[in-house]
């Protein structure tokens, strides 16, 4: 016969057999019903978890910042906006011929002293200087190294440099359009050739003026592609693209 003990040991085993088979049963039952929920939850709202689904893509999209294949979807209108509020083209009227391309420093400092903060186009004296955007004059004037100098605000913290001028034809304040005569090519400053310097910045970073120069209607998608320092995405949603 059995001892107690051995009796004992026997019926708390037993009570641990039937409390996992219990426990097994019960969260097989509970995992069946929320898998049937769930799949009658899908059934239901099919509609609206596509809609998060595309939410989240869209988040996702945000984060990445712009993809260039959404160019392809932009109106011919807002291609055309777009090159009128963005730097677009040559600000000389004639062909041109860089002197003296963009060189990209490490700093500001260093590109002061190492790098070339625009490009160097070659234009005769009193050659048209024109805005290549629409924005608004807040400097006229003279710069010891760059003479008489003329600087354009354009919208989204884009600005134009104009330097080196012989003539200074708008005053601070003035709004110009794209393509509108600002200035004459000369040779003032620290220069011993007539030429105009030229910079595209973006929030006082310099960037590469020959992506804007070489940017048009037929070349759209060229800024978009060479130009990385600027989160296009922020003007899809400024223009409502």
């Known amino acids: 016969m059995k001892s107690e003990t051995e009796k004992k040991k026997y019926r708390e085993?037993?009570?641990?057999s039937s409390f996992l088979f219990v426990t097994v049963i019960v969260g097989a039952t509970f995992l069946f019903w929320e898998n049937l929920n769930l799949?009658?939850?899908?059934a239901k709202n099919k509609e609206a978890i596509q809609i998060g689904e595309k939410y989240k893509?869209?988040?996702?999209?945000?984060s990445k910042g712009f993809l260039i294949h959404d160019i392809d979807e932009i109106s011919n209108e807002k291609k055309n906006l777009m090159l009128n509020l963005i730097p677009s083209?040559?600000?000389?009227?004639?062909?041109?011929?860089?002197?003296l391309p963009f060189k990209e420093g490490q700093d500001s400092k260093e590109e002061e002293q190492k790098g070339h903060s625009g490009v160097d186009l070659k234009g005769e004296i009193g050659e048209d200087v024109v805005s290549t955007a629409a924005g608004i004059v807040t400097f006229s004037g003279t710069m010891e190294e760059y003479g008489n100098v003329i600087v354009v605000d354009h919208l989204f913290g884009l600005k134009t440099f104009y330097g080196h001028l012989n003539k200074l034809n708008v005053e601070v304040g003035k709004i110009i359009d794209r393509g509108e005569k600002i200035g004459e090519v000369g040779i003032s400053g620290k220069t011993t050739v007539s030429h105009l310097h030229y910079e595209v910045k973006f929030r006082?970073?310099?960037?590469?003026?020959?992506?804007?120069?070489?940017?048009?209607?037929?070349?759209f998608k060229f800024l978009f592609e060479e130009e990385n320092n600027v989160n296009w995405n922020d003007f899809l949603k400024i223009l409502n693209f």
Not at 13 to 16: N, P, R
Not at 39 to 42: C, E, F, L, Q, T
Not at 57 to 62: A, F, G, M, P, T
């Open 57 to 62: 893509e869209e988040k996702e999209r945000e």
């Open 204 to 219: 006082d970073k310099s960037l590469e003026p020959q992506n804007f120069i070489d940017w048009n209607k037929e070349n």
């Open 13 to 16: 085993k037993v009570k641990i």
């Open 89 to 99: 083209g040559s600000p000389l009227t004639k062909e041109i011929f860089v002197i």
């Open 39 to 42: 799949k009658n939850y899908v």
